[in-house]
């Protein structure tokens, strides 16, 4: 059987490449790479001569016998348009309106995906988006486990106030003010996907020059159907864990009897989807459930239950007493005096087998205020980390293809068939699927860059986007793992020709995907000016350098001051900043601005030894700026430990 298949895949292999064909990539209204060779490639049959015609320029190949061709033409200065001619044997391919200018590839998570008819202000920035000398590219979300050679099916669209809607807001907003200052044609390549982690988008190859992921590609399943046997595996393992040795009870009949244990299910939170807390891609029915103390008087009351947005699979119980379902939008339903009792109480929600696309994954959704039990105005919050969670692996379910199931399979369908497109640089927003393993992010993100500029065999400039705050303010006593993620990013900037904007002063504590995408990509131009291509500006905002101890005080030296340190604050107050001393507890500190240093102190603290600054998921209250605007660059003078320091992508 085995060996019937691999006969048809080389059928339809020698099939495909019986005819000119180039990767999609190649279109009307491109923009390829000034000042650089560029390469165009393709399939055709073995043996065939290929050539292509650009102006004046003309080049040409024979196809191997896999037949793969590819031809390197030389280096073009910014300008256009221009018509590229490509012919076969007895086949021709013209695409118009070519232009050469500046190529970016735009990659990341949800951030960079991001759209700009989502961005602050959209309408205000669509009328007015008449560059048609800004384009864009978009590669589809694709997954494999093996790299692919092409890819295939997209075009460039050219930006107009009907279309630029959906180009990234974060690339768009860097193309239009670059192009303010050169003048030139920009490209942007959008290659993204939402949730993904940094693994996804490392090669195979790179994974295995890697000592923290080199075990992970030697056992790195090679279908779906091996994957998703893992996933399955790593489930039961867990469950058998938290329960002693043994899979739970998962029949309903069970589950609803008041002497039901449920210790030994899996920790959940809400609102969110089970994808993101252990049950990764799982498909299928299951329960959730919260423990609930309440009073006498609340539970002599009417109620309201609120648990976000409805679903119609959900049937719920309290105290293992059943109640119909609700068919509104929402999941808000009116409960009788006397249902909840004083004490404990218990809420459960089943998840049933009703069909729903795989894309609405389990779990419940909405927001943080729509999730609530209401006596008479007296709210009792339901969002939070305090829920349990059970797959019911009896009953039919399966595991969608999901990009973080496994490493490599972004790489292979959605970068490797860009490489080697000649592009400037990268922009880059990731690190939110990444900050429960933060430190080893030290590792792989520079591991991604490194081998990205590899395979490209070109040094270009890695520009990317510091975590913006979202979550808790809380002291840096607690940790942080988005903190521990933002200083892994900074440390990256020791590789050659990178650079970091700071966004933690223009997120969203309540939303993950702020929407002032104009300023992150005024801050990533204001870089690229300056490392890039050369204008002599200040590019970002102060880093910390090093930091002095005497007398009870701590002095910070800073890099990159600009034309001197200011605290945002209509008094000169410095906030954000924590000092702790030999006990290792932190106290809020006292700071102030004096020359390019600052100097930190508490009252509680009288031999200090370290200093945090915004190191808090959502460090919102920090206000060092240097004068041009640029904002500080979160950060610890410790190397004490944090939240993430075991935590790995594979564990043997």
Excluded at 37 to 62: C, M, N, Q, Y
């Amino acid at each position: 059987m085995k060996f019937s298949l691999y006969l048809l895949f080389i059928f339809l292999y020698t099939q495909t490449f019986a005819q000119l064909h180039l990767s999609a990539i190649f279109s009307d209204h491109m923009v390829l790479q000034r000042d650089k060779p560029w390469k165009i490639w393709g399939g055709a049959k073995a043996g065939e001569t290929i050539k292509v015609t650009l102006g004046h320029v003309k080049g040409s190949a024979r196809a191997d016998k896999d037949g793969r061709w590819m031809i390197t033409l030389p280096a073009f200065s910014a300008g256009g348009p221009y018509v590229l001619t490509i012919n076969g044997r007895n086949e021709t391919k013209i695409f118009s309106d070519v232009l050469f200018g500046e190529v970016w590839l735009c990659s990341g998570q949800s951030n960079m995906e991001f759209r700009v008819r989502e961005a602050m202000n959209a309408k205000y920035e669509l009328h007015r988006a008449n560059n048609s000398l800004i384009r864009e590219v978009d590669i589809p979300h694709k997954l494999k486990f093996h790299p692919e050679e092409f890819v295939d099916s997209t075009q460039w669209i050219i930006s107009n106030p009907e279309t630029t809607g959906e180009f990234t807001a974060v690339g768009y907003f860097f193309a239009r003010d670059i192009f303010e200052q050169l003048h030139v044609p920009v490209g942007l390549i959008y290659d993204n996907w939402g949730g993904s982690q940094v693994e996804s988008w490392i090669s195979r190859d790179a994974m295995m020059g890697s000592d923290e992921l080199k075990d992970y590609v030697k056992q790195m399943p090679d279908n779906w159907d091996e994957s998703n046997a893992r996933v399955e595996k790593e489930i039961i393992t867990t469950l058998k864990k938290l329960n002693a040795g043994k899979i739970p009870e998962m029949d309903e009949s069970a589950i609803v009897k008041a002497d039901y244990n449920f210790s030994g299910w899996m920790p959940s939170t809400v609102p969110t989807s089970w994808d993101w807390i252990g049950l990764p891609a799982y498909r299928g029915e299951g329960y959730m459930v919260k423990e609930i103390i309440l009073d006498s008087i609340q539970a002599s009351l009417p109620s309201v239950l609120s648990l976000g947005m409805n679903d119609i699979r959900f049937r719920w119980f309290v105290n293992g007493a059943a109640f119909p379902k609700t068919m509104d939008k929402n999941f808000t339903v009116t409960i009788p005096p006397y249902t909840w009792k004083k004490g404990r109480n218990i809420l459960l929600l089943e998840i049933g087998p009703q069909k729903v696309p795989d894309w609405w994954a389990v779990g419940i959704r909405g927001e943080n205020d729509q999730i609530y039990l209401d006596f008479d105005g007296e709210k009792i919050a339901l969002a939070d980390e305090k829920w349990k969670m059970l797959p019911n692996l009896n009953k039919p379910h399966h595991y969608m293809e999901w990009m973080n199931n496994e490493g490599v399979i972004i790489y292979n369908a959605m970068l490797h068939p860009v490489i080697p497109y000649s592009i400037r640089g990268v922009l880059w927003y990731q690190g939110e699927s990444n900050t429960d393993r933060a430190v080893e992010y030290c590792k792989t993100f520079p591991l991604m860059i490194e081998s990205w500029r590899k395979e490209w065999k070109d040094p270009f400039p890695f520009l990317f986007v510091q975590l913006a705050d979202f979550g808790s303010n809380e002291s840096s006593n607690a940790g942080s793992k988005w903190a521990e993620l933002r200083e892994a990013q900074t440390k990256t900037l020791r590789l050659s020709k990178t650079g970091m904007s700071v966004s933690t002063d223009i997120g969203d504590p309540k939303d993950i995907h702020p929407k002032n995408k104009q300023e992150v990509g005024r801050r990533l131009a204001a870089i690229a000016l300056k490392d890039v291509y050369g204008f002599n500006l200040t590019g970002n905002g102060p880093m910390y350098d090093s930091v002095y101890f005497s007398n009870g005080k701590a002095i910070i030296f800073f890099k990159s001051t600009g034309k001197g340190l200011v605290a945002k604050d209509k008094n000169g107050y410095l906030r954000g900043f924590e000092i702790a001393g030999m006990g290792r507890k932190f106290y809020y500190a006292h700071a102030f601005i004096q020359g390019n240093q600052i100097i930190v102190s508490a009252d509680s603290v009288e031999k200090p030894v370290a200093v945090r600054y915004g190191w808090s998921n959502s460090p919102d209250d920090i206000n060092l700026y240097n004068a041009e605007g640029f904002p500080a660059s979160p950060f610890r003078t410790d190397n004490w430990p944090g939240l993430t320091d075991t935590a790995r992508f594979f564990k043997k």
